[in-house]
Structure formats: C-alpha cells, structure tokens
C-alpha cells in the first residue's frame, strides 16, 4: 500500500515591513555642516546659534526613532562643535573691542597732555614780541602796539585750525584699527561709522591718517589667504569689493599672491 500524501496550503506571501526613513538623521547632519561652516565666519556667525541647536534635537530624534541613527549622531556632534565655536568666536571678538576702547582712552589721555604742555610755549612765545620790539623802528613798534589780544589769536586760529573732540578720538580709533588689520579707506569710514562717528568726523580721521593704501591692500590680501583659497582674480574681486580702488587690488593680490 501506499502511504497516502497531503497537500499542504501555501503559505501566504510576507511582505517585508519598509525601513524607516533617514529624513531625520540627514537633515540634522546637513544642520550641523552648515552650523559649523557659519561658525568660522565672524559677520554670520550668530546663525550657528539657532542652527546648531536645531541640529542638535533632530539628531537626538533621529537617534531615538531610528531614522539614520548615524547622521543623527554627526548632527549631534557638529551642531555642537558650531555653537562652541561661535561662542569662542564672539568672545574673542568681545576681547578684541575691548582692547580698541582701551588704546583709544590711552591715546585720549595722550593727546590732552600734549596739549596741555604745548599751551606753555605758546605763552613764552607770546612774550617775545614785546621783547624784541624795543629794537624796532618806531613806526613799527606803534604797529606792534596797536594789535589787540584778538588779532593775535585770530592769527594763531588761522595757522593750526582747531579741531573738535570727536575728530580726535576718530582719528585715534582709526590708528587703533589700522594697527591691528588692513582696512580701505571706504572700509575705515564705514568701521567708524559703525561705531557712532559722524561721516565728517570719520572722513577727518581717514583723510588724516597715516596709512599707504596699497600696503593696506596687501595686508587684507594676506589675511584672506591665510584663511581661505583665492585664485588671483577672485583675490582681485574680494579686495575691490572692500572698498579699494582696482589698482590697489591689483597690487595688493599681486603682492601676496
């Protein structure tokens, strides 16, 4: 006899449950990237403070839900790398004023005492006259004579030009920031500017200044290549775009190029 067979049913066809999506995890790494990007970059680096945060809680959602775990956690990582390095960042850039404001009351301090100490000549020097024109001829020690107080200081006015405050302190602030970077000259009125000087006062320091504006224009060159690649022309355009003229650009490119 034989041994009777049975047909077993198919099984039914099981369908695989879909993978979790990764939407989460790259954004919070694209987040991240571009946190600490924005970090190294003083104008906008105030930007990492809201995207490295974000990065941060979508990493960890991602990271809990299983929704690319691993660009989760290097969201995690740079976005909080960016906001480290954006607080560094402000905080040196916080040292940095301070140490301007700090030259600036030294060189006020300064200029008050020099000042002060050149008013005395003036005094003696007022003296001579008197001194000396016994000696003249007599019509011109009637002259001499009927010059009042002032007449005199009309003529001292004419010969050094007063100038006010404000134009001091600018033109010492613009000593200040010429000593520690390359600025244009637009550029170095547009600081002062920045910083609460009127455009009179501003344009006083700048046109007073001791600076060679193509050795400024090397000085920017040279700080740009020490943090970034520039070809020749691109360096060029950057420099123009700060405000030097295009034969400083040049100059300064071709110098530190």
């Not at 924005?38 to 809680?57: E, K, R």
């Not at 006010?164 to 010429?178: I, K, M, P, T, V």
Request: hydrophobic residues 40%.
């Amino acid at each position: 006899m034989s041994t009777p067979t049975y047909n077993q049913p198919p099984y039914p066809d099981q369908q695989s449950s879909p993978a979790p999506g990764k939407g989460l995890g790259i954004a919070a790494m694209v987040l991240g990237i571009v946190a600490l990007v924005l970090a190294f970059i003083p104008v906008i680096a105030a930007v990492s403070f809201l995207l490295g945060p974000l990065a941060v809680i979508l990493g960890i959602v991602a990271f809990i839900k299983r929704r690319g775990r691993g660009q989760g956690l290097a969201g995690i990582i740079t976005g909080a790398i960016a906001v480290v390095v954006a607080i560094i960042g402000f905080v040196i850039a916080s040292a940095f004023f301070s140490a301007v404001d700090e030259e600036m009351q030294n060189q006020d301090s300064a200029t008050t005492e020099q000042t002060e100490s050149s008013s005395e000549p003036e005094e003696s020097a007022g003296a001579e006259p008197s001194e000396s024109a016994a000696e003249e001829e007599p019509e011109a020690v009637e002259e001499e004579a009927d010059r009042t107080e002032e007449d005199l200081a009309e003529e001292v006015e004419e010969e050094a030009p007063e100038t006010s405050s404000g134009q001091d302190n600018a033109l010492a602030s613009a000593e200040s920031y010429l000593s520690f970077s390359g600025f244009s000259r637009s550029g170095l009125v547009e600081q002062l500017e920045f910083e609460g000087y009127s455009t009179e006062e501003a344009e006083y320091a700048v046109e007073n200044v001791d600076a060679d504006w193509n050795e400024q224009a090397v000085r920017s060159a040279e700080s740009y290549l020490e943090y970034s690649s520039f070809s020749l022309q691109g360096l060029i355009d950057q420099l123009v775009f700060e405000g030097y003229t295009q034969e400083q650009a040049e100059y300064g490119a071709n110098q530190a190029y």
